[in-house]
C-alpha cells in the first residue's frame, strides 16, 4: 500500500491550490525572464487564449469586466480592497497578488509574476474596452474603461 490519503478540510484544499497556481506563475515567469523570452509575448499568448472564453455580453461593460476579472484575481488568492464604478470606468484595488510571502518562499522577483496582469490587455479590447493596472506599496490598482 502507498501510503494513506489525509483528509483535507475543503478550505485547506482551496488554500492550497491558490498558493499553487500562483506558484505556477510566479515560476512560469521567472523562467521566461532567466531564458530571456519577453513576458509580454506570454502575457498576449495567454490573453489571446483566455479571451476565447470570457463571454461576449460584457462587451462595453467596464463594471461586468471587472468583477469578472476580480472573481479571477480572487480565485488566485488576491483580496478586493476598494472598487470604484463609474458609468464608462471600473477601478478596483487588490492586494495579494502576486503574494510577496510566496515569491519570498520560492526565491522569485515577484515583479516577474505581474506580467500576469498585462493579460487583460487583449480580452477587454475583444470587449470593447481597456485595461491598465499599476502596483505601488504591495497593492494593484485594475482599471477597465470603455473604449480606446
Same mark, same amino acid.
Not at 490587455?121 to 506599496?137: F, K, M, P
Given at each position: ?12 484544499? #482551496?488554500? #492550497?491550490?491558490?498558493? $499553487?497556481?500562483?506558484? *505556477? ?6 523562467? #521566461? ?12 499568448? +495567454?490573453?489571446?487564449?483566455?479571451? $476565447? ?16 476579472? %476580480? /472573481? $479571477?484575481?480572487?480565485? %488566485? ?24 510571502? +510566496?515569491?519570498?518562499? +520560492?526565491?522569485? &522577483?515577484?515583479? *516577474?509574476?505581474?506580467?500576469? &496582469? ?10 470593447? +474596452? ?10 494593484? /490598482? *485594475? ?6
Amino acid at each position: 500500500m502507498a501510503g494513506k490519503i489525509t483528509d483535507r478540510s475543503v478550505e485547506e484544499l #482551496l488554500d #492550497l491550490a491558490r498558493a $499553487n497556481a500562483q506558484a *505556477l506563475i510566479i515560476a512560469t515567469t521567472g523562467y #521566461l525572464a532567466q531564458a530571456g523570452i519577453p513576458l509580454e509575448g506570454w502575457s498576449e499568448y +495567454l490573453g489571446t487564449v483566455f479571451a $476565447n472564453s470570457w463571454d461576449d455580453s460584457m462587451a462595453r461593460d467596464p463594471q461586468a469586466f471587472l468583477e469578472a476579472a %476580480l /472573481t $479571477n484575481y480572487q480565485a %488566485l488568492g488576491a483580496e478586493v480592497i476598494s472598487t470604484t464604478f463609474e458609468d464608462s470606468r471600473a477601478e478596483a484595488v487588490i492586494s495579494g497578488f502576486p503574494n510577496n510571502d +510566496l515569491c519570498a518562499e +520560492l526565491d522569485a &522577483n515577484c515583479s *516577474l509574476a505581474e506580467a500576469y &496582469n498585462d493579460l487583460g490587455v487583449v480580452v477587454a479590447e475583444r470587449l470593447g +474596452l481597456t485595461w491598465w493596472w499599476g502596483s505601488s506599496d504591495g497593492r494593484t /490598482t *485594475l482599471v477597465a474603461t470603455l473604449g480606446e
